[in-house]
């Protein structure tokens, strides 16, 4: 039986974070069951930082050797750099022409994050920044992607793009699939918001033990659990949900119990999740140390990631063209 398809990609921000990391881990589960094609969206970076681009090239390095490190596997998966596959400026392009404007007004992030760009100072009234959500469309159609894996946030960007597969369907022919969403958690930040940079609450990715260790001691916990006498709420505390991805099931049922009811403080709690932390994080880091010295090879997985994916773009291109009557 063919595997369904499932595209996804992330922006060399610079910035990895812990949050990251468990989009990553998703995404190395997921490469067991479905065709995966996973990439470095070096073009959505310039969407909202289009003035500085001296770095860009160093980021893409760095995550690329995160992917790796962690798990994601080059022969598995199709892993790339967006730019290195034209086709999607070329697909994003003719998209352009067919999608009306207020659709891409509309999605609910494009004014909040506007906004929040702006009172940070940056200029970021763009076309390209408008039609982020345009892009994404052309990165996941390109590949006829079944399954696109996504946050909450991100949902009402993937119902576009179901949009824009309609109207071309019915412009011309129906020959993408209407990708659907799988639902993948985020970790909070250690305030319990999304975690991010702006915030100032993100775990990052390399973190030494001590500085994740002073991390999660800064974690906020279930708000109602005032002394260590009080029963607490797991679900509704920050540190367990890490505990959800770094402790065992039977850890974390154990954590559970004892939190209900108080045999358990919360400074304790946060000691165990950050020695899960620190072991988990140790091999993954001397891995990426490891690679980390042979820049030539992680050019190489790029590059042979980039062919295999020029190969289906490119085919499916063809496809456009002659539906669209282009040449
Ligand atoms: Fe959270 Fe653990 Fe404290 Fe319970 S014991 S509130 S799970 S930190």
């Not at 929040?116 to 920044?129: A, D």
């Not at 993100?202 to 991390?215: F, V, W």
């Amino acid at each position: 039986m063919t595997k369904k398809r499932i595209f996804s990609g992330m922006q060399p921000s610079g910035n990895f974070h812990m949050g990251n990391y468990q989009v990553l881990s998703n995404w190395i589960k997921l490469q067991e069951e479905y065709d995966c094609i996973y990439s470095i969206v070096d073009w959505h970076a310039l969407t909202s930082s289009y003035e500085d681009t001296g770095k860009l090239p160093e980021r893409i390095e760095n995550i690329a050797l995160d992917w790796l490190s962690a798990g994601l596997d080059p022969e598995k998966s199709i892993v790339f750099v967006q730019s290195h596959v034209k086709e999607h400026a070329e697909l994003h392009l003719l998209l352009s022409m067919m999608t009306p404007l207020s659709w891409l007004e509309r999605v609910p992030t494009y004014k909040d994050k506007l906004q929040q760009l702006g009172e940070m100072g940056k200029e970021i009234n763009t076309y390209g920044f408008l039609g982020y959500p345009e892009l994404m469309t052309a990165d996941i159609i390109l590949y006829k992607a079944d399954v696109v894996p996504v946050a909450e946030d991100q949902i009402p960007h993937l119902e576009l793009t179901r949009e824009i597969v309609r109207r071309f369907a019915n412009l011309y022919k129906p020959i993408f699939p209407e990708p659907q969403a799988i639902l993948s958690p985020l970790l909070p930040g250690i305030d319990g918001r999304k975690m991010s940079k702006s915030y100032g609450n993100e775990i990052p990715y390399a973190a030494e033990p001590e500085e994740l260790q002073a991390r999660v001691r800064l974690m906020i916990t279930d708000p109602k659990r005032v002394k260590k006498t009080d029963a607490g709420d797991p679900e509704v505390c920050t540190v367990y949900t890490f505990h959800k991805i770094f402790s065992s099931q039977q850890e974390q049922s154990e954590i559970a119990g004892h939190c209900r009811n108080a045999s358990i403080g919360c400074v304790e709690c946060k000691k165990r999740l950050a020695e899960k932390m620190v072991t988990t994080l140790v091999d993954v880091h001397s891995r990426r140390k490891e690679l980390a010295a042979k820049p030539e090879k992680i050019r190489e997985i790029l590059a042979y990631g980039a062919e295999r994916a020029r190969k289906v773009a490119a085919a499916t291109m063809e496809e456009v063209r002659s539906v669209m009557n282009l040449g």
